[in-house]
């Protein structure tokens, strides 16, 4: 069982910077692919980026290429989404999840745990 809490969410205007963290309870972290979702109102949760269990390997939607960064401590169990050059889309309610396997998902279902989520809201 992994329990994920985000935190770093927060009102910013466009052009603007956040840095998500994830943190994730047990031992097992280092053997987790992570991944950061989004959802906005009245729309269905949509993959932002994902992480190997390593770091190694990352991926993002092509929204969010060349402006955010996903990146791991797996010696403190935490994942982090920086956002620079925000958007006013891109505010939602933000989500990390984490997924067993060695493979990057970029499908809500092949997660197995989430996070509550956390609001970032970009104003114009």
């Known amino acids: 069982q992994v329990q994920l809490v985000e935190s770093g969410g927060g009102l910013v205007q466009a052009g603007g910077s956040l840095r998500l963290s994830c943190a994730a309870s047990g031992r097992t972290f280092s053997t987790y692919a992570m991944g950061w979702f989004r959802q906005a109102p009245g729309k269905e949760r949509e993959f932002v980026a994902a992480s190997s269990p390593s770091g190694s390997t990352t991926y993002f939607t092509d929204s969010v290429k060349g402006r955010f960064t996903i990146s791991r401590d797996n010696a403190k169990n935490t994942v982090y989404l920086q956002m620079n050059s925000l958007k006013p889309e891109d505010t939602a309610v933000y989500y990390c999840?984490?997924?067993?396997?060695?493979?990057?998902?970029?499908?809500?279902?092949?997660?197995?745990?989430w996070g509550q989520g956390t609001q970032v809201t970009v104003s114009s």
């Open positions: 999840a984490a997924k067993t396997g060695l493979r990057v998902g970029t499908k809500v279902g092949s997660y197995d745990y």
